[in-house]
């Protein structure tokens, strides 16, 4: 399997562009691992994510837009080229179904997706949630942290309220899980179903903030639902306002939510994500 890095011809690609880039080849995608949203020990699950959903946005048969989509992250994936098996599953008169598959290794899959498209019509609505009230993003202190998560860097995070400290020893008693933060992609890009794609997992887990440490955490399914057309699509400045939070961590798995708000108030995506955790350990001398 051959496919070049991002690193190489695709330097001129938005760092997103680059890390989702895929090519025909026979009967499947060729990819490549981006170093730009690398995490602790694999790729951002945001931008696998993405990455899985361009195999359907991009392909010849696909109509309508985006309406679900859901990434089950069932092993690590290593630095280097990657694949991508993609097929229509059953197209109606308004949805069409998706099934993508990733893998390095041939037969070795390491994450599964489907993906819903849809094709919207006019007619009655009634948004029930509302956006939270904050402070905008240019009143609001740009988050620096030093953290061996270059993925963080790729996004401009403006968090209302108390910026995240993680500390080596867990708070005194556990703290609340729910995060509000503006944030856009650190390089100017239009907003489009990539990038929400990939936001919808931009938030650090629940469980560094109910704790105060990193702990090994990691996604095991993300299920993340469009609430816009494309041509419904925030055309301003790509600011949106995230809503984080969850219900329960038990037995080493919890549950994660997020929605993400444009500037103007509208609900553009809703997300929720089965996680696993290790209970934190102290540091090794």
């Known amino acids: 399997m051959n496919s070049t890095p991002p690193s190489s011809s695709a330097s001129r690609l938005h760092p997103l562009e680059a890390a989702t880039r895929l090519t025909p080849h026979g009967d499947h995608l060729l990819g490549h691992t981006s170093k730009d949203y690398w995490a602790f020990i694999g790729p951002f699950g945001g931008a696998t994510a993405a990455t899985l959903l361009r195999a359907a946005l991009d392909h010849p048969q696909r109509i309508g837009d985006p309406l679900a989509l859901t990434v089950n992250y069932c092993a690590p994936i290593a630095e280097g080229p990657l694949q ?3 097929r229509p599953a059953k197209t109606n008169r308004s949805t069409q179904h998706w099934t993508m ?9 390491l994450a599964t997706a489907t993906a819903v498209f849809a094709k919207r019509r006019p007619g009655w609505s009634h948004p029930i949630a509302r956006m939270p009230a904050v402070p905008q993003p240019e009143d609001l202190a740009p988050y620096r942290v030093n953290l061996p998560t270059p993925w963080v860097d ?18 005194a008693e556990p703290q609340p899980a729910q995060t509000l933060l503006w944030l856009r992609d650190a390089a100017p890009r239009p907003l489009d179903f990539l990038s929400l794609a990939s936001m919808s997992d931009a938030f650090f887990g629940r469980v560094f903030h109910i704790l105060g440490v990193l702990v090994p955490f990691g996604t095991v399914t993300l299920t993340t639902y469009f609430h816009c057309a494309a041509d419904d699509l925030p055309t301003d400045d790509g600011w949106v306002l995230g809503n984080a939070g969850a219900s329960i961590y038990r ?3 919890g549950d994660q939510t997020a929605e993400l708000w444009s500037r103007d108030g509208r609900l553009l995506v809703t997300s929720v994500q089965a996680t696993y955790f290790r209970d934190w350990t102290p540091p090794a001398d």
Do not use: C, N, S
Not at 101 to 109: K, S, V
């Open 84 to 86: 991508v098996a993609v």
């Open 251 to 253: 037995a080493g798995f």
């Open 101 to 109: 598959e990733l893998f390095q290794t041939e037969g070795d899959i």
């Open 154 to 171: 790729q996004y401009d995070m403006r968090f209302v309220g108390e910026q995240p400290l993680f500390r080596k020893t867990p708070h």
